[in-house]
């Protein structure tokens, strides 16, 4: 295994990396196809570390939502922002020489922030909510939200863990569904199980 791993949402777009290193005679990376959720990407992204991926690249093809972006414009993130509001960054070196790599090649590259969200946006009701509430996140309440952060840690029996900001974990009234806090699928009819779980520091 190289030490380059990719994770994708759609098998479709693990062909597409496939193929791009294919028609470069270039050994392709580690390509990881999670399916949908924020459960199932965690889990391979942990199995790719483990197996020795030393740079992870989350890529995927979608309708972007800034006015600004069109239609085939590649977007590498400066930093993604979870659900919780926390603030993850990406490595600028890497992100640098990706983009003078994809400029050379006649690309548009667009920087900023990527809003990380856990559900699909598929109606415009839902688009102009996430908007309203991503601007009342100002700096200052971003400061105080990593301020008050906590951790959950939760490990399965066969090693793999998710640690998971207490801000993703929504109140729910009496008789509310519950949230899944790690996925225990682990491929073809097979599942592991959770052997701890407890607060952790960040």
Known sequence: MTDFGVVTGLAFEARL???AFAREWQRAPEVACAGPGPERAWAVAARLV??????????????????????GDLML?????????RAFQTDAA????????????????VGGAVLGQGRQIGRAEDKARDEGLAAKLNQDKFVE??????????????GLGKRTSAYEYRIAGRGGQGIVNIDVARGKNKTTHVVAAFTVQD
């Not at 951790?151 to 399965?156: K, P």
């Open 50 to 71: 483990a197996e020795g991926a030393r740079v992870l690249v989350s890529f995927g093809l979608c309708a972007g939502l800034d006015p600004a972006l069109e239609a």
């Open 17 to 19: 990396i496939e193929k």
């Open 94 to 109: 890497r992100r640098g020489t990706l983009a003078a790599r994809l400029s050379e090649a006649g690309l548009r590259v």
């Open 145 to 158: 939200m990593a301020e008050n952060e906590e951790f959950l840690l939760t490990i399965a029996a066969d």
């Open 77 to 85: 993130a400066e930093a993604v922002i979870g659900v919780s509001g």
